[in-house]
Nanobody, 118 residues
Framework: QVRLVESGGGLVQAGGSLRLSCVAS????????MGWYRQAPGKQRELVAF???????YYADSMKGRFTISRDNAENTMYLEMPNLKPEDTAVYYC????????????WGQGTQVTVSS
């Protein structure tokens, strides 16, 4: 059974920082691209960043230079460092996994809430 479990969300003031984690089980982690998505109230889910099985990273334009995605294959864990948070970063953040030969994100976590107060 595949499980992706996010943690690290919470309530912070603008300018604060959070580090999200996603622990995967039931998959060969190193053979999956991993990504972070977010969904703000009333908005569509959007890609934040993803990291390939080989460690290459991609960021949505609005997130470039702000957040840092990383992975630790030995720990089956992916991270998202989010410094200097803004109220518009408030959303539910989801972890996603995609086998390297799959065209779609096949695995999803339940999400972790990030709330940034002004």
């Amino acid at each position: 059974q595949v499980r992706l479990v996010e943690s690290g969300g919470g309530l912070v003031q603008a300018g604060g920082s959070l580090r999200l984690s996603c622990v995967a089980s039931g998959i060969i982690f190193s053979r999956n691209h991993m990504g972070w998505y977010r969904q703000a109230p009333g908005k569509q889910r959007e890609l934040v960043a993803f990291i390939t099985s080989g460690g290459n990273t991609y960021y949505a334009d609005s997130m470039k230079g702000r957040f840092t995605i990383s992975r630790d294959n030995a720990e089956n864990t992916m991270y998202l460092e989010m410094p200097n948070l803004k109220p518009e970063d408030t959303a539910v953040y989801y972890c996603a996994g995609r086998p390297v030969k799959s065209p779609s994100w096949d695995y999803w976590g339940q999400g972790t809430q990030v709330t940034v107060s002004s």
